[in-house]
């Protein structure tokens, strides 16, 4: 891609976590270089401004010039799934049909909690105090029972100007099946609401459950005004500097969208962050030959992990925002991660029984950890320097010293209320979060039928390379993959990511036997096409620079949940045989001879836009270590080489126990692994054998 003012093509991406903002930066040739600057939650433009500048000064640039240069920026925020998750979106009032106020309440069956009966009920995501019904009806087949009611209708909207409502979403029963009634509403909302935004279920998200489609519609209402603000503010920001080339952010899909179709539809940037990984993690695990990858990151406030299978990423429908069932369903299909909070800034504590216990809490950027000067409470980042794995000359994204002695202090405090050793206490949180971050594992690989020793663990985010090894050992992984730049691999997915969109048609059950059932399938495929052939014209991407996949919801008759199948080819017949073989997959049976039927048809619309990949030079020669320390581990004290990473040439092997530094991130070569560094400045790490 080409650049506006058509000098040269730099692609910028962008990743805001809670803790750190990064920032990756890669020229034409593929020459990369990271920047990265402590979040500002409250101007995250400052923390954002921060970290581009640390990368451009790697191309000895300023600001202004880069963005100036820049064809392509990617940026992806946790803005908005924290806003769901802290409580703080819209005011926002629900539309629903006369009779159905109850849809958000009831919402699915199940608890993770069955038996324990001090967990409350949860609350709907939009209260009942602001749940209004709508006289009108329509049936399954789209035919209006009860027309809808405008005068009713009127009177509910001047309610909702008197409660100074921020957002409407409409989702009224049947809606898929004929939209007419949520759009005679929506041009009501513009014409009494002039300026509050509205959602209509039937266009953002048309599939059968009404609960799953409302709360889709519901958040997406809700996070409108802040998002659009914040989109829009970035957006100005960075073109007052200079940006002149395109701005497209990250989707919970594993793509990226225009600012400005991500600002009508912000529900897709919902648990975006941790979904643009494991695009890059396909691409590093299938240079290694495999195709099968435990992907996790090990930021500063939460441990995320998903999986790549057969050299895609795993994608689900369960998507919560927060515990499952507890929390709010999306609606939406995402990459499937696991989230828990188990990072470096993890606080640990002790509860009243006299166990210590590490996280959900964190420190996050501010005050941080206590070895960033202001934090009072011990994290998992001072348990890792107080055991020496984090040396205490590493300056944390390449600007911040880490305060070893303030450390020692505070564990002297915690050790003696635990009647332990300082260095005994480090193990302890150490121990915690490892057996906290291998359940998280266990459950995305064993409990799913995998086994994780057949699978790479991937391992990033700032202090990933400090408990891989635990974790590999935990699960009997044998092989681990560290990439060039761990603390910014999420920044990096963003500039591997496609332009991503999918449409959806929810069918009146259709059995694949029924002698229309092809030709009706394909005539809503068609009109799917074309839909998105306009989007991405829309969107300045040429008919050769995108493509398009079918798929088909599929279920036997009677049952409540389909399996999602792609289309193979034109030929029906072999999509229906590949449902019986994926039912049997998934539930240990099938049966060929019963009746199939087929309750939506999608579209997925997959547009390059960059195709980035780190090209590093690396040294000729291996480099020397760069000095050594004491590093506590299990089995007790032993004198660990330290490496500058930038120094270690391709092919360089180096035997554990060993640290490699880098600005951005700390590997630690436990005791009975190797790593070696490959072509691309990536460590692959073997386990030998154990040490006794």
């Not at 191309?59 to 963005?67: S, T």
């Not at 908005?80 to 539309?95: C, E, K, Y």
């Not at 509205?198 to 266009?203: G, P, W």
């Not at 839909?531 to 620079?545: C, K, N, P, T, Y």
Request: aromatic share 6%; glycine share 10%; hydrophobic share 40%.
């Amino acid at each position: 891609m080409a650049a506006a003012n058509g000098t040269s093509a730099i692609t910028v991406s962008c990743d805001v976590g809670g803790t750190f903002t990064d920032v990756v930066v890669s020229d034409e040739r593929g020459a990369s270089h990271i920047g990265k600057a402590l979040t500002t939650p409250h101007d995250l433009i400052g923390g954002l401004e921060a970290a581009i500048e640390r990368a451009a000064a790697g191309l000895g640039l300023g600001l202004d010039e880069l963005l100036e240069r820049t064809a392509l920026f990617v940026y992806s925020t946790t803005q908005a799934t924290n806003a769901i998750l802290q409580g703080t979106t819209a005011r926002t009032a629900l539309l629903c049909t006369d009779g159905f106020p109850d849809i958000l309440v009831r919402r699915e069956g199940g608890s993770m909690h069955p038996y324990d009966f001090r967990h409350a009920y949860p609350e709907p995501y939009i209260p009942r105090r602001l749940t209004f019904e709508i006289v009108e009806r329509i049936d399954a087949d789209g035919a209006i029972v009860v027309p809808l009611d405008s005068g009713q209708a009127r009177g509910v909207l001047a309610r909702l100007a008197e409660l100074e409502v921020e957002a409407v979403a409409i989702a009224l029963l049947w809606s898929i099946a004929n939209g007419e009634h949520e759009r005679a509403l929506g041009e009501l909302c513009a014409e009494l609401l002039p300026g509050v935004p509205v959602t209509l279920s039937h266009e953002l998200n048309p599939v059968m459950r009404e609960y799953r489609r409302t709360s889709c519609a519901a958040i997406d209402a809700s996070l409108k005004p802040l998002m659009q603000h914040h989109l829009r503010a970035i957006e100005r920001g960075l073109r007052e500097r200079g940006l002149r080339g395109r701005l497209v952010a990250a989707t919970s899909m594993g793509g990226v969208l225009p600012i400005d179709s991500l600002a009508q539809r912000p529900i897709y940037a919902a648990k975006s962050g941790p979904s643009l990984a494991p695009v890059a993690a396909r691409l590093y695990a299938r240079e290694l030959g495999a195709d099968d990858a435990v992907v996790c990151d090990t930021g500063g406030t939460s441990f995320d992990v998903s999986l790549v299978r057969d050299g895609s990423p795993v994608f689900t429908r369960e998507t919560w925002l927060g515990e499952p069932f507890s929390g709010h369903h999306t609606g939406l299909a995402s990459v499937d991660v696991r989230s828990i909070g188990a990072g470096g800034g993890s606080i640990a504590w002790v509860d009243p029984g006299g166990l210590l216990r590490v996280g959900p809490q964190s420190a996050g950027a501010d005050p941080g950890p206590v070895a960033y000067g202001k934090g009072e409470t011990l994290t998992v980042t001072d348990a890792d320097l107080q055991l020496g794995r984090l040396p205490a000359e590493v300056r944390l994204a390449g600007q911040m010293p880490l305060d070893g002695a303030r450390v020692c202090q505070h564990f002297e405090s915690l050790a003696a209320s635990l009647r332990c050793a300082p260095e005994e206490a480090a193990l302890g949180i150490a121990r915690v979060v490892d057996a906290a971050m291998a359940r998280a594992l266990r459950h995305i690989s064993v409990e799913r039928g995998h086994d994780p020793a057949e699978f790479t663990l991937l391992s990033y985010g700032g202090a990933g390379g400090l408990h891989a090894c635990a974790l590999a050992e935990a699960l009997g992984m044998k092989r681990i993959l560290v990439p060039r730049f761990p603390g910014a691999f999420s920044a990096l997915g963003l500039a591997l990511a496609d332009v991503r969109r999918q449409y959806v048609q929810a069918l009146p059950t259709t059995d694949r036997r029924a002698p229309e059932a092809a030709s009706a399938l394909e005539t809503r495929f068609v009109a799917l096409e074309r839909q998105a052939a306009r989007d991405m014209q829309r969107e300045g991407l040429s008919s050769g620079a995108w493509h398009s996949e079918r798929s088909l919801d599929l279920r036997y008759a009677g049952q409540s949940f389909e399996l999602r199948i792609p289309v193979l080819g034109k030929d029906l017949a072999a999509t229906f045989t590949a449902f019986h073989a994926a039912h049997r997959a998934r539930y240990g049976h099938a049966d060929p001879n019963e009746p199939v039927e087929a309750v939506a048809a999608r579209v997925a619309t997959i547009g390059c836009v960059a195709r980035s990949r780190l090209s590093p030079d690396l040294p000729a020669a291996p480099g020397a270590p760069c000095g050594e320390g004491d590093v506590i581990f299990e089995t007790g004290p032993q004198r660990a080489v330290f490496y500058e990473r930038s120094s270690l040439a391709a092919g360089q092997r180096l035997e554990g126990p060993a640290i490699v530094l880098q600005p951005d991130a700390t590997t630690l070569i436990a005791p009975g692994w190797t790593a070696e560094s490959d072509a691309r400045g990536n460590l692959l790490l073997t386990f030998l054998s154990p040490i006794t």
